[in-house]
C-alpha cells in the first residue's frame, strides 16, 4: 500500500504533465524539453505499475496525444494515431528487442527472419494524416489526442512537399521498378481512386528556424522554442498565408492503405513511388542488434550535420502481419520503438546543497543531485554559481530540477518544477563562516560574491591545483581532484612547482596506486612540461583571467620579448605597467590591476624560479606567414563579419604587423566592422586611413 507522500507525488506529477501537455500540443509554447518532460512521464508510469492502485483513467499516462484545439473542425481518425514508447540507452533497447521476439514465439507467428527491422529517423516534428479521394488531397488532420484530430486541409495543403495529386502512372512504374517492386503496381492502380492515407511528420529546417526566430527577435516577438514548437504553430495558424510563408516540410513514414505490401520498408517504397518525401536512402533495413547498434552510432554521430532537428531513430519490426498481431501497449505499438539519443536535459532531485571553497576564496554553493545520466555522463552535482543563482531560481532543498549539459559538459540547473513540491523542501541558509577553515565570511563590493579571506585556507589550495591540471590548463592526465588531496596530504605537494618534481615512487607508495597507473601519471606530467604560453598563463589562476584573456595578455607579452620560459614570461610581464595591460582589449580597471599585481608579487617569482628549474618550457607558436604587412599598424572597431577580433589581430601579427591598441598619429590602418566605436571620429581627425572589412581581406590574401 502506498504511503501518503507517493499518492501525493502521483497526483502532483500529473498535474505537472498535465499541464506541460497543454503548453505543448495546444498552445505550442512548451516551457521544458522533451527530454525533461520523458522523465516525468517515466516516472509516473514507475509510480504507477508499483502502485497499480493508484493508476487512473484519467492519468497522462493513459492518452496518446492532447487536448485538441477548439479553433479547427475536430476529424475522427479511422485508425488510432498511436504514438511511439521510447528507450535511451542501448540497454533497455536489447530489454525491447528480447521481449518482441519473446511474444513473437509466445503467440506463434510465422516470419521468414525475426531479426529484420526497418531503421529510419525519429523526426522532431508534428505527426500528420493526409487522405486522398480519386488521388487528390481532400483532408490534412493533426494527430491529436490519437483518436480525434483537427482539420488543417487548408494548411497542409500550403506545404510544397504535400504532393496535392497522386504520380502518374510512368513515374509511379519507374519508382516501383527502382525499389524493386514492380509487382505491386497492379494493386496500387487499382486501389488509387479510392481512399488512401499516408502519415508522416511536418518539420521545418534548421535554417528557417533560425531565419524566423531573428525576425521576431527584430520585432520584438515572442521567440519558438525549439523548430518542432515553430513546426507546430505555423500548421495550426488560422491564417494559411502565414503557414506557406514558413516553408514546412512534411516527411512521409506510413502508410495506412494496404497495397499489398507485406513489409514496412515496402511501404517507404510506395511512398517514394506515390511522389512523397521520404528521405529513404537515409534508412536501412538492420538484421540483429549489432546491425541496429552500428545505424544509431552513424545516425548519432551525423545528426549535427542534418538540416533538420531529430532526436534518435526508429526501429520496427519490418514484417507488418507480425507488427499488426503484436498490437499495442499503452500509447505505442508493441513491434515498434523510438531508439532516442542521449538526452542532455532531465528531471532529478535535489539532495543538499554545500559551499565549495575556488581558488580565489570564492565559496559557491553546488547542489547535490539524485544521479542522473545526461548526455551519457552521470551527473550527480551542478554547480549554481552564487547566493543570486538560487533566489531567481527559486530553489530549495528537495526540489524536483530541470537539469541540463551547458556546453555538453558544466551540468547545470535550467528551471525548477515547484509544482512538484509536496512541504517537507528547505531552504538553503549562507553559512557566517568558511566550512573548511571556520574563517568569517566576507562579500565582494557587489553583495553577490561570498569569499573567505584566509589565503592559506586549504580548499583554495585544492581548488587552484585542480585549475592548474585541468585540460584547458596543462592538461595532466590521471591527477584527479582525489589524487591531489592526496598529494596534499601525505605533504608530497605544497604548490603546482612539486608537481614536476613527483617521481613514481612518491605515487607508488600512496593506498591503491599501483605502478602502471603511477608511470601513466609520471608520463602525463613529463609531457606537460612543454606548454603553449595562452594555455600557461590560464593555468596561473589570475583572477578574472579565462581563455581569452589569457590569449590576449600572451600577445601582449611576446611584443615586449622573447619567452621561453617562465622566467622570461615574468620578465615581459614585469616591464609592462598597469596602464599597459588596461589598454589591452576588453580589459577593465579591475582587470588590469589584478594581472599587474600578480606578475608583481615577490612569492610569484619564487614560483616560476621553481617552474623554471623543474624544466617547464614555453612554446610560443610564433607563425609568420609572410612579410606582406610588416611594420604596418592596425587597430580594430566594430563587428567584423568573416572572423573574430582576435582571429583578425592573429592575421595581422602572421603577416608581421602590428596591433595598436588606440588611435595615434602612427597608426596606418583603422579597420572598421559593424557598429564601431569612437576609435572611428577620433581616426577621421588625425586622417588615420580607414578601410572597412573586405578591404581588410584583400590585404591579408
Not at 520503438?337 to 565559496?363: N, Y
Request: aromatic share 8%; with cysteine; glycine share 6%.
Amino acid at each position: 500500500m502506498a504511503n501518503i507522500d507517493i499518492q501525493k507525488r502521483i497526483e502532483k506529477l500529473k498535474e505537472e504533465i498535465n499541464y506541460h501537455n497543454y503548453l505543448y500540443h495546444v498552445l505550442d509554447n512548451p516551457t521544458i524539453s522533451d527530454e525533461a518532460y520523458d522523465d516525468l512521464f517515466k516516472e509516473l508510469r514507475k509510480l504507477e505499475a508499483k502502485y497499480p492502485e493508484l493508476k487512473t483513467d484519467d492519468s497522462p499516462t493513459q492518452k496518446v496525444g492532447g487536448k485538441v484545439s477548439d479553433n479547427f473542425k475536430k476529424v475522427k481518425h479511422q485508425k488510432k494515431m498511436l504514438s511511439l514508447n521510447d528507450v535511451k540507452t542501448k540497454e533497455d533497447f536489447v530489454d525491447w528487442e528480447t521481449r518482441v521476439k519473446k511474444l513473437i514465439k509466445e503467440n506463434k507467428l510465422k516470419i521468414n527472419d525475426n531479426s529484420e527491422y526497418y531503421c529510419e529517423y525519429k523526426y522532431d516534428g508534428l505527426s500528420m494524416s493526409l487522405i486522398y479521394e480519386n488521388g487528390k488531397l481532400v483532408l490534412g488532420a493533426t494527430r491529436g489526442d490519437g483518436e480525434v484530430g483537427e482539420d488543417v486541409t487548408n494548411n497542409v495543403k500550403t506545404i510544397r512537399t504535400v504532393p496535392l495529386k497522386i504520380a502518374n502512372d510512368d513515374q509511379l512504374k519507374e519508382s516501383l521498378r527502382k525499389n524493386k517492386i514492380e509487382y505491386l503496381f497492379s494493386e496500387i492502380k487499382k486501389t488509387m481512386n479510392k481512399r488512401i492515407e499516408v502519415r508522416g511528420e511536418v518539420i521545418i529546417e534548421k535554417k528557417e528556424f533560425e531565419k524566423i526566430n531573428k525576425s521576431q527577435q527584430a520585432k520584438g516577438l515572442m521567440m519558438y522554442a525549439n523548430p518542432r514548437n515553430l513546426a507546430a504553430g505555423s500548421i495550426r495558424q488560422l491564417n494559411p498565408n502565414v503557414t506557406r510563408e514558413r516553408k514546412l516540410i512534411f516527411i512521409s513514414h506510413n502508410l495506412v492503405t494496404d497495397f499489398g505490401q507485406n513489409k514496412h520498408s515496402e511501404a517507404h517504397y510506395i511512398l517514394e513511388a506515390l511522389g512523397f518525401k521520404t528521405y529513404n536512402e537515409a534508412n536501412k533495413i538492420c538484421f540483429g542488434l549489432k546491425d541496429i547498434f552500428a545505424f544509431y552510432d552513424r545516425v548519432l554521430a551525423n545528426r549535427n550535420n542534418l538540416d533538420f532537428e531529430i532526436d534518435g531513430i526508429v526501429v520496427q519490426v519490418n514484417d507488418l502481419d507480425v507488427f499488426e498481431s503484436l498490437g499495442s501497449i499503452g500509447k505505442g505499438p508493441r513491434a515498434g520503438i523510438a531508439f532516442k539519443f542521449p538526452p542532455m536535459e532531465g528531471v532529478t532531485k535535489v539532495l543538499d546543497i554545500k559551499l565549495q571553497v575556488g581558488r580565489t576564496g570564492v565559496l559557491t554553493p553546488v547542489a547535490f543531485l539524485s544521479p542522473i545520466v545526461i548526455g551519457g555522463a552521470k551527473v550527480t552535482r551542478s554547480t549554481l554559481h552564487n547566493k543570486e543563482e538560487i533566489k531567481r531560481l527559486d530553489l530549495k532543498i528537495g526540489d524536483s530540477v530541470v537539469v541540463t549539459r551547458s556546453g555538453d559538459v558544466i551540468p547545470k540547473v535550467l528551471k525548477v518544477l515547484t509544482g512538484l513540491r509536496l512541504g517537507s523542501e528547505k531552504e538553503f541558509k549562507i553559512p557566517q563562516k568558511c566550512p573548511l577553515c571556520g574563517s568569517n565570511i566576507v562579500e565582494d563590493e557587489s553583495g553577490i560574491l561570498i569569499r573567505c579571506p584566509n589565503k592559506k585556507c586549504p580548499g583554495r589550495n585544492e581548488g587552484y591545483l585542480n585549475h592548474f591540471v585541468s585540460r584547458q590548463a596543462f592538461d595532466i592526465k590521471g591527477l584527479g581532484s582525489k589524487i591531489l588531496k592526496k598529494l596534499i596530504d601525505e605533504c608530497l605537494i605544497t604548490d603546482v612547482a612539486d608537481l614536476f618534481d613527483l617521481e613514481e615512487g612518491d605515487l607508488k607508495v600512496l593506498e591503491r596506486f599501483g605502478e602502471k597507473s603511477s608511470q601513466n601519471i609520471i608520463n602525463s606530467i613529463e609531457r606537460a612540461k612543454n606548454i603553449n604560453i595562452n594555455k600557461f598563463i590560464f593555468a596561473l589562476g589570475i583572477l578574472n583571467i579565462g581563455k581569452e584573456s589569457a590569449e590576449i595578455i600572451a600577445d601582449r607579452l611576446l611584443q615586449v620579448g622573447d619567452i621561453k620560459t617562465p622566467n622570461d614570461l615574468l620578465k615581459s610581464a614585469k616591464k609592462l605597467t598597469q596602464q599597459d595591460f588596461d589598454d589591452l582589449p576588453d580589459f577593465g580597471e579591475k582587470m588590469a590591476e589584478g594581472v599587474f599585481e600578480y606578475f608583481n608579487n615577490k612569492s610569484i617569482e619564487k614560483l616560476f624560479a621553481k617552474l623554471d628549474k623543474t624544466g617547464v618550457k614555453i612554446l610560443t607558436n610564433k607563425k609568420i606567414v609572410n612579410q606582406k604587412l610588416k611594420n604596418k599598424t592596425f587597430l580594430f572597431t566594430g563587428e567584423l563579419k568573416s572572423m573574430s577580433r582576435l582571429e583578425a589581430q592573429a592575421k595581422v601579427k602572421e603577416r608581421s604587423g602590428v596591433v595598436k591598441e588606440s588611435v595615434t598619429k602612427d597608426l596606418d590602418y583603422l579597420v572598421v566592422g559593424n557598429e564601431p566605436g569612437s576609435k572611428l571620429e577620433k581616426a577621421r581627425k588625425l586622417n588615420i586611413r580607414i578601410i572597412e572589412e573586405p578591404e581588410f581581406l584583400k590585404l591579408i590574401k
